[in-house]
């Protein structure tokens, strides 16, 4: 069972974290050679289209199984140390970055009327949003990969036991 854990726990964090790295090294690539509409925009339609079952499914199931498989493998050292390193990296740098920067900033572009907007409102903004919200994206890529890299150390270890 607890095997079975650790494993879905390592494919949840990898996928999160592979999303995330997507957008670091290419997603905001092509977006950030659009015109001011255009990526605000695709930004908006983005952030509609990715809150679905399959990201709320990584996204929180990382949240959930993170602490399960931590406290499943509370006994076995040095395993129990990289799950609850996973975990805090998690809930710090990835889950905590996402609800207090990402979100708020999501939810400012969806109310904001790019079609009712004069081209400087729309210029400022894409100014305020795209620089943090990148910003805050690789924060959460960074963390995503030291996720990964402590759940891969548990596996390992786990596998030794």
């Not at 509370?74 to 140390?81: A, E, G, L």
């Not at 609850?84 to 109310?111: C, E, Q, R, S």
């Not at 620089?131 to 890529?141: D, G, Q």
């Amino acid at each position: 069972m607890t095997t079975l854990v650790l494993i879905i726990t390592a494919v949840l964090t990898a996928l999160i974290g592979g999303l995330f790295y997507a957008y670091s090294c290419s997603v905001v690539l092509g977006l950030g050679k659009l015109s001011d509409t255009e990526y605000l925009k695709a930004m908006q339609n983005i952030n509609r289209e990715i809150l679905n079952p399959v990201f709320f499914m990584s996204f929180m199931g990382t949240l959930i199984f993170l602490p399960v498989a931590t406290f499943l493998l509370r006994s076995q050292q040095p395993v129990f140390i990289f799950l609850l390193l996973a975990t805090l990296a998690y809930l710090i740098g990835v889950f905590g970055v996402t609800v207090a920067g990402n979100v708020p900033m999501n939810d400012a572009l969806d109310k904001f009327d790019i079609s009712n907007s004069t081209a400087e409102a729309i210029r400022q903004m894409r100014e305020n949003f795209e620089n943090r919200w990148n910003f805050l994206n690789n924060i959460r890529t960074v963390f995503s990969v030291i996720s990964i890299i402590f759940v891969v150390c548990a596996c390992v270890w786990h596998k030794e036991l």
